[in-house]
């Protein structure tokens, strides 16, 4: 029996289906992109936090003694451990507390302007991923998914070596910028090249599993910095691991979501043979033939969202959701303040609870739906706020607010940020994904680079005004929330024309009969024999 499939409506999904849901195909390439690409990602994010972390200091003082020829000196804990006090001593009389290579005391930053130190961080997460997101993005969708994250993973490893052998902290800072650029751009692209690989009835399940992944990298470069205690070493290892992703990545064969929309015939013919002979469960192909019937111009074309009031506002909601996780995340970071006193094992504890959160974020978004999941992501955020609200002090070190706090931080916004990834992916057709979605995580370093700032002027007013102002932002969220479509059960759209049919449709077969009724322009057909 010969079936013909509809590029505009659930070809790729629907051979995937046919193919199982848990594939040996699907599983290698999630593995291979999980374990290569999201391990590595939180080197390339925490390492700039890490490397800018001032070390301690110790005064030290003369001794009388008549063995040693040499001049001898004892160490003590300085009476006073601000900078100006430090800074106003002569530099031989204190040293470094620690004998680790630091970036700060090897080209001699701790008395320079604190604002001069903090711009390492600052121009990775701006200038370097922000034009980084959008840049990929664009990329990603204009030349593949594949092509798009190779080369960009391959600056990744060059600006990764150029901050290691770094001779000053300008030459640091401008391979700090490209760093950003290369492996930030590659944090929301890498998850999309992914993702169109799974079909939708495991979507979730596999962007959690992938996420564990992230977890565990963040336990490790913490972990790693503070034996290894060696700002260059890490960035070796970005170097390497990078390196060995575009090897492996060679293996992992482009999106067929990406090449049915670009009309990539050959290409799109030769990658799903190979992924039919991966599997253990075959699918009899007596023929695959692709022809194209009509071009277009959508590929990256992120103005295409302007066109359409319904695809603009409903992309406006989303960009909302993003600005609000990451706005909380970070502001419930800082409020909590440190576990543990050392910031090592803060990132390290960060990562082991995040893990189990996401899993339970992915176990819900499949059978509950995304809104309804994101209503309660945002339920446990407005709980942990208005508890917050009351001072009730449990030990010396905890309280019930900073208790609630991380509550917030763990169980509501880093599962958060995991629906939204998946809700975005859904609503944007593949011809404009990977900068749509890039687009939105923009607006979400934004969220998260005013969130400092928002709770010092809400403490100068009131001190527990912040959590007020959470609770609102979560009302407003859950208020958009609901505007939102509900993307369960749908399959991944490939072209803007056959999402502005069907934006809103949630079920397969409600899809396939609007594309007939309004006879949505057949871009390619795909015959499969059973």
């Known amino acids: 029996m010969i079936t013909s499939i509809n590029v505009l409506n659930n070809e790729v999904d629907e051979l995937y289906e046919r193919m199982g849901n848990t594939a040996r195909s699907t599983c290698i390439i999630i593995f291979l992109i999980s374990l290569f690409g999201e391990m590595c990602a939180p080197f390339g994010v925490i390492a700039p936090i890490l490397q800018t972390e001032v070390p301690g200091v110790e005064c030290l003082k003369e001794c009388n003694s008549t063995v040693l020829t040499e001049p001898c000196v004892i160490a003590y804990p300085c009476p006073n451990t601000s900078r100006e006090y430090i800074c106003e001593l002569p530099r031989e009389s204190w040293r470094w507390n620690n004998s680790g290579r630091s970036l700060i005391s090897e080209f001699n930053l701790y008395c320079k302007n604190p604002l001069y130190v903090s711009v390492a961080q600052l121009i990775f997460f701006i200038p370097g991923m922000a034009i980084g997101l959008i840049f990929t993005g664009y990329l990603s969708d204009k030349i593949g998914r594949k092509k798009g994250n190779m080369i960009m993973m391959s600056g990744a490893c060059i600006a990764s070596l150029g901050m290691g052998f770094s001779v000053s902290f300008e030459m640091f800072l401008v391979f700090q910028a490209f760093l950003g650029l290369t492996l930030g751009g590659t944090m929301v692209t890498r998850v999309v090249w992914m993702l169109e690989f799974v079909a939708e009835s495991v979507r979730a399940y596999a962007s959690a599993i992938s996420a564990q992944f992230f977890c565990i990298g963040t336990v490790l470069v913490a972990v790693a910095d503070f ?108 409020l909590a303040g440190l576990i543990s006193g050392v910031i090592n094992w803060n990132i390290a504890i960060m990562g082991i609870l995040e893990g189990p959160c996401i899993l339970m974020a992915g176990l819900l978004t499949t059978k509950l739906g995304r809104k309804v999941t994101l ?51 859904e609503v944007l057709p593949t011809s404009i994904r990977s900068i749509g979605m890039s687009t939105c995580s923009f607006i979400g370093r ?19 005004l912040h959590y007020v102002v959470f609770i609102g932002l979560c009302v407003v969220g859950i208020v958009v929330a609901y505007l939102l479509p509900e993307t369960k059960g749908t399959v991944l759209k490939q072209t803007f024309s056959s999402q502005h049919a069907g934006l809103t449709d949630t079920a397969k077969g409600n899809n396939k009969q609007k594309d007939e009724e309004i006879g949505s322009p057949k871009f390619h057909s795909i015959k499969l024999v059973d």
């Open 227 to 334: 034996y290894l205690q060696d700002w260059r070493l890490l960035d070796f290892i970005i170097a390497v691991y990078s390196f060995i992703y575009v090897l492996v990545m060679v293996v992992v064969p482009e999106s067929p979501h990406w090449l049915v929309t670009n009309q990539k015939t050959d290409e799109l013919n030769k990658v799903i043979k190979r992924l039919n002979n991966m599997n253990t469960k075959k699918i009899s192909l007596e023929e695959i033939k692709v022809v194209p019937v009509k071009k277009h111009n959508e590929s990256g074309n992120i103005c295409l969202i302007f066109s359409d009031v319904r695809t603009f506002t409903t992309l406006l909601g989303i960009m909302y959701q993003w600005f609000l996780a990451s706005f909380l995340y970070y502001a419930f970071f800082n």
């Open 446 to 464: 934004l969220g998260a680079g005013t969130a400092p700032l928002v709770i010092k002027l809400c403490e100068q007013a009131f001190s527990n």
């Open 375 to 425: 209503f309660i992501m945002l339920g446990v955020i407005i709980l942990s706020s208005m508890i917050s609200l009351f001072d009730v002090t449990i030990t010396k070190d905890w309280d019930l607010r900073r208790i609630f706090t991380l509550i917030g931080s763990k169980f509501g916004t880093g599962p958060m940020f995991f629906v939204i990834y998946i809700l975005t992916l």
